[in-house]
């Protein structure tokens, strides 16, 4: 059991957990208006583009051993720039000036600590981190949804809202001993827990045991069957070509003999993608240098199998030899052989990379060869940036990789695309960039100043809002097994959906009228269902990369998901904060009513989501079209 990435992410979700509760402090004990609390917020949403990289890739990744004293330094620092807001005497003359001044330590030094705890989880689950990190993460989510409602029931009785530094204090505190506690090397796999009851389920598939049931008479591997089967598997959804070698009933009987030990049924050729229930193109760790590396329990045991397979290769070699047959054997699993010096159509592959690297020309072998290599020397440098590949990443983790991107003659300085290949991809990335903006700056619109104007307002008490910070966060939970299992069928149609849905929320806190009797619910509601909107729109958007980019390389749809990120999570939310801020006091400089101003923020975003609506058609049909 891994203790300390769950134990990360539970004290960072306590000490960010009064976040949502800052813009109610501003405006009750600070005074500011609107337009200044959206300011603030923007401040350092705008700065994680540059401080995410910054810190997670060009300074940690280079240090790797200071790993956890990097967090425990930024944590003193971040969370000291929350407390000096939270100590401003209320309006005094200087309140402004010292509270942008926070804010900017906030969103250099605070902001990259999700993602620095994200990378420390990645390496110390090393090769196991696309099957245990969701998991990891969940404590933290968990842990957000319990202070929210917590927060907010203190928060009936403490109108000096003493509960906000109590708070962020308590889970400083431990984030800062848990980081200096951590040490960022990879686990061993014996301490990971499987997600199955199948104790080998921690081996690769190449070293998995022998099935136990027994080979029925009918079986193609039977000793006395009088045609033997070699199945080329072309991809888990293909059904597997058969071909015939005809062999004399002894000799398959000694040969199965050997072989019988390592003899797999099909549906052992594709477990980790069972286990994954991603699709095959975001499952980086699936090729064949990927699960050459994956370590087994008992280094011992892996050298015996690797030994007698080879052993049992040259003797099946000698037995097939002996009769006409169309198909030389299979070579040994991940072999130099089985990567790309076979061209026989009867070979007999272990995994989908070996497939494709033995059926594919020789020059795109060799551009895929290098691709990888230099994918690897990525990688090894800053292993960070594995996060920007992860199939469902979080929506801030993928923009670390932009300020890598922007050093010249760098890593990723070597791209090359053909001019036919980027004029006609151009539409349909500009069309996804443009609505992930909208998208993100929608969602600040609807959401910065959305605790004013639940409890200024519509007059709900504090520990309702503390409910819909709680729902919000269960919301994002239930996203991504909701694009897993639905949504990513049906990408237009889930693009509309959702636009459709969260025009349906904008509307639905128009007619919200206070002291209503079904206000309460009607709030919750909304909030669950536009939370879940735009996070299943970013899982969604995210997992289309791989679509619009169909010939790109690694690192281009890398580079790709980090401007998303940037723009659904960095500048559209800043952008979008501003706006909210400037038009609740535009209305309240005409009217002085603070009211009737939200209500003109949420007609405008319907407005913008309908733009969003539009403008989507570029890349969602396009890949329903293919």
């Known amino acids: 059991m891994l203790f300390w990435p769950k134990l990360l992410s539970i004290a960072h979700a306590i000490a960010s957990s009064v976040r949502p509760y800052l813009p109610l402090y501003l405006s009750h004990l600070l005074g500011f208006t609107c337009a200044d609390i959206g300011i603030l917020l923007a401040v350092p949403l705008a700065l994680r583009v540059a401080s995410l990289g910054l810190w997670t ?8 051993l200071l790993h956890g004293f990097f967090m425990a330094l930024l944590t003193a620092v971040g969370t000291a720039a929350l407390v000096l807001i939270l100590w401003i005497p209320p309006h005094a003359k200087f309140a402004w000036s010292a509270a942008l001044f926070c804010m900017l330590l906030d969103g250099i030094f605070y902001q990259p600590l999700g993602v620095l705890i994200d990378s420390a989880i990645i390496k110390i689950l090393g090769d196991y981190k696309m099957m245990y990190y969701d998991s990891q993460r969940q404590w933290g989510d968990v842990a957000a949804a319990v202070m929210a409602v917590g927060i907010g029931w203190s928060l009936d009785d403490d109108h000096d809202f003493d509960t906000l530094m ?4 308590i889970g400083a505190v431990l984030l800062f001993l848990v980081s200096l506690s951590t040490t960022v090397i990879p686990a061993d796999p014996s301490s990971l827990e499987s997600p199955e009851d199948d104790p080998n389920d921690h081996l690769t598939p190449l070293l998995k045991p022998a099935p136990t049931s027994p080979i029925s008479p009918s079986s193609p591997t039977h000793p006395h069957s009088h045609h033997h089967h070699y199945y080329t598997y072309h991809h888990h959804h293909h059904h597997p070509s058969q071909h015939y070698v005809t062999t004399n009933a002894n000799d398959l009987e000694v040969s199965i003999h050997v072989m019988s030990q390592y003899y797999y049924e099909p549906r052992y050729f594709y477990k980790p993608y069972n286990l994954f229930h991603e699709q095959l193109s975001h499952i980086s760790e699936e090729d064949a240098s990927m699960l050459q590396q994956m370590a087994s329990q008992n280094d011992t045991v892996k050298a015996v199998q690797e030994e007698t397979m080879t052993t049992t290769e040259d003797e099946t070699a000698t037995t097939t030899s002996s009769h006409e047959a169309p198909a030389a054997p299979p070579p040994p699993p991940l072999s130099p052989s089985a990567r790309g010096q076979s061209d026989d159509p009867t070979t007999t592959f272990r995994s989908s990379s070996q497939y494709w690297a033995t059926t594919t020309m020789a020059a795109t072998s060799a551009s895929t060869t290098a691709n990888d290599i230099h994918s690897d020397a990525i990688f090894d440098a800053m292993p960070s940036l594995q996060l920007a590949l992860m199939p469902s990443p979080p929506p801030e983790t993928p923009m670390l990789i932009l300020p890598v991107a922007m050093v010249p003659n ?13 004029c006609r991809q151009r539409w349909p990335v500009c069309s996804l960039l443009i609505t992930v ?13 959305l605790y004013i104007y639940l ?30 299992h639905w949504a990513n069928r049906w990408c237009h149609r889930t693009v509309v959906v959702i636009h459709m849905m969260l025009i349906l929320c904008a509307l639905g806190y128009t007619m919200l009228q206070p002291a209503h009797l079904g206000v309460h619910v009607a709030v919750v509601v909304l909030q669950i269902l536009q939370a879940l909107a735009f996070n299943v729109f970013w899982y969604v958007a995210v997992q289309q990369v791989d679509a619009v980019l169909l010939t790109a390389g690694q690192h281009q749809r890398m580079i790709l998901r980090g401007r998303m990120s940037a723009l659904f999570n960095s500048i559209g939310p800043a952008i979008g904060a501003v706006l909210a801020g400037y038009l609740v006091d535009l209305y309240q400089q005409t009217s002085y009513m603070t009211f009737p101003g939200f209500l003109l923020v949420y007609k405008c975003s319907i407005v913008v989501l309908a733009i969003s609506l539009l403008l989507s058609r570029g890349w969602s049909l396009a890949i329903d079209e293919d």
Do not use: C, W, Y
Request: glycine fraction near 12%.
């Open 166 to 169: 109590g708070t962020i204090l």
């Open 410 to 422: 760098g890593f990723f300085a070597t791209d090359d695309d053909s001019g036919d290949e980027q």
């Open 455 to 484: 409890h200024d307002g519509l007059g709900l008490p504090m520990h309702m809002i503390g409910i819909v910070g709680m729902v919000s966060t269960a919301a994002k939970v239930a996203a991504k097994p909701i694009v897993q």
């Open 437 to 449: 903006f909208s998208m993100g700056t929608v969602s600040a619109m609807m959401n910065a100043l």
């Open 57 to 64: 890739v060009l300074v940690i990744d280079q240090r790797p």
